[in-house]
């Protein structure tokens, strides 16, 4: 090809000026003969790349398709019940019910009913009368001084530097308009969290950010005047997360802009990395002193932890601690291995971790064994996205559920996958000011608030249809698996 390149190149070049002896416009040729022959040049004698220098020009076709390819993928050969992490079909039924009353699908299911995988509810011939207000659930066991009603679905952790800025007012606006909270993420309580006027939960992670010491240590004073706000209505100690549990974030230089560094207590323009723990503590004791510290610091509001399962001799611990030392946290935020992140190492996203049913049962399983299972809420974190899912992770032990990229999408997502590379098209996980400013916080943040209540209508419209008045009344035995179907 390097040859072919070379004997292409010069007869271009004889030709134009052949050509341009008898019509001097030709010249205008190289134009385009200059340039590509330059390049080919440059392609033949770099040594980073050995695909261009054995096909100069031609090789760069290669990483232009390989940049499109998402786009041709999700635009022209994905199916409906294809794409991931989220299907077609799923991220259709986002839009439809964050501009409408609800959303339909016709000519029946695309699924196959008979695939492992597959799961569907056992509903009553004798349905239930349909409740008129979705349930909510209060949270705050006996220590708290202030328990708080929460909605049963609600937005999980996403942080201001994660996503933008306008991303985060729609959805604390739409919080604010439908009842529910917004968990700000490991990122620190932001201006924009508290400017969009909803109900939010501090999400406290391992490198303390807004209420931390310039070592990296917790900071108390800053901490009490940030949680006592009055839009603060719990606190969430981050102990791991789905996608990436037991390894610490890093927040590069160019990233950590002057307002981000005024949030998060930092130096701008410098490089941070969270630890993959809490240098507070190194065991089931001293994360309850902790608990109980920071329920103190805030006036008594409800103070949980989240956390995504792996050991499970580490959980019956933190339980028998509990019990012995007669203090628990108020409720458990449990994040499955198939949560979403920004930016995670590929072996962190998909090795790392159990996924959320078998670790919601277990959590639940382990609180009741130690007689802790009243006082102790449980929040699903994952996937959230369709009243079916909800009502599935209420089966397995949740009292509530967390959803963050299903909010995303009610604001505009539409899974491009660049949330680590700061394009993002639709605005929401970038901070380049001008795909931020294409994204509408007046017209979002109504489709977040009817995202919420369309998708709440729905979780009444599935209890009355299984006979069922009470969300307790759910169990794993309502449903059905592919499999399982085959052999009834």
């Known amino acids: 090809m390097r040859r072919l390149f070379q004997l292409s190149l010069a007869l271009a070049i004889a030709l134009t000026v052949l050509v341009g002896l008898r019509y001097p416009g030709a010249y205008w040729a190289m134009v385009v003969v200059a340039p590509l022959g330059l390049l080919g040049i440059y392609d033949m004698v770099q040594s980073h790349n050995s695909i261009l220098r054995n096909f100069p020009v031609l090789g760069h076709f290669r990483y232009f398709f ?28 986002v839009f439809e019910r964050s501009r409408h009353s609800g959303a339909t699908h016709p000519f029946g299911t695309e699924l196959d009913l008979y695939d492992e995988r597959h799961v569907a509810l056992r509903h009553s011939m004798y349905p239930a009368k349909r409740l008129e207000e979705p349930p909510r659930v209060t949270i705050g066991g006996p220590e708290c001084r202030q328990p708080y009603s929460a909605s049963l679905l609600n937005i999980s952790a996403m942080s201001f530097g994660a996503i933008s800025s306008h991303a985060i007012l729609a959805m604390s606006n739409g919080a604010k308009m439908g009842g529910f909270y917004h968990n700000t993420g490991e990122g620190g309580l932001s201006d924009y969290h508290l400017r969009g006027g909803g109900d939010l939960v501090w999400q ?44 610490g974030g890093v927040l590069p230089a160019v990233k950590n802009t002057p307002e981000i560094a005024r949030i998060r207590i930092l130096q701008p323009h410098t490089m941070v990395v969270s630890p993959p723990g809490h240098p507070e503590f190194s065991d089931a004791q001293g994360m309850l002193e902790l608990i109980q510290r920071l329920r103190e610091l805030c006036g008594g509001k409800p103070v949980g932890i989240k956390l995504c399962v792996g050991r499970k001799d580490e959980l019956v611990e933190l339980c028998r601690a509990m019990q012995s030392a007669g203090t628990a946290p108020d409720f458990i935020t449990v994040d499955g291995a198939e949560g979403g992140t920004g930016a995670a190492p590929l072996e962190y996203s998909d090795s790392v971790g159990l996924p959320l049913m078998p ?90 608030a009817k995202f919420h209540h369309n998708t709440l209508e729905a979780v009444l419209d599935l209890m009355a249809s299984c006979g069922v008045t009470d969300l307790g009344q759910f169990h794993p035995e309502m449903f059905i698996h592919g499999a399982q179907a085959a052999k009834e």
């Open 66 to 93: 390989e940049f499109v390819s998402p786009e041709i993928q999700q635009y022209f050969i994905e199916r409906n019940t294809d794409g991931t992490p989220l299907s077609r079909n799923h991220r259709r039924i």
């Open 204 to 247: 406290i992670g391992t490198a303390y950010f807004g209420c931390r010491t310039k070592d990296g240590r917790f900071d108390p004073k800053p901490f009490e005047e940030q949680a006592n706000k009055a839009q603060v209505k719990m606190i969430e100690l981050k102990l791991s997360q789905g996608a990436k549990p037991g390894h």
């Open 359 to 448: 670790a919601l049962a277990f959590v639940d399983r382990t609180l009741r064994d130690f007689d802790l299972r009243d006082r102790v809420r449980v929040i699903a974190s994952g996937k959230a996205l369709t009243a079916v899912s909800i009502i599935e992770r209420v089966a397995y032990g949740a009292d509530l559920c967390n959803s963050a990229r299903a909010f995303m999408l009610s604001v505009g997502c539409i899974q491009a996958q660049r949330c680590d590379t700061n394009k993002c098209p639709t605005g929401v996980a970038t901070q380049d000011p001008m795909l931020v400013k294409g994204l509408s916080v007046e017209d979002k943040k109504t489709q977040v």
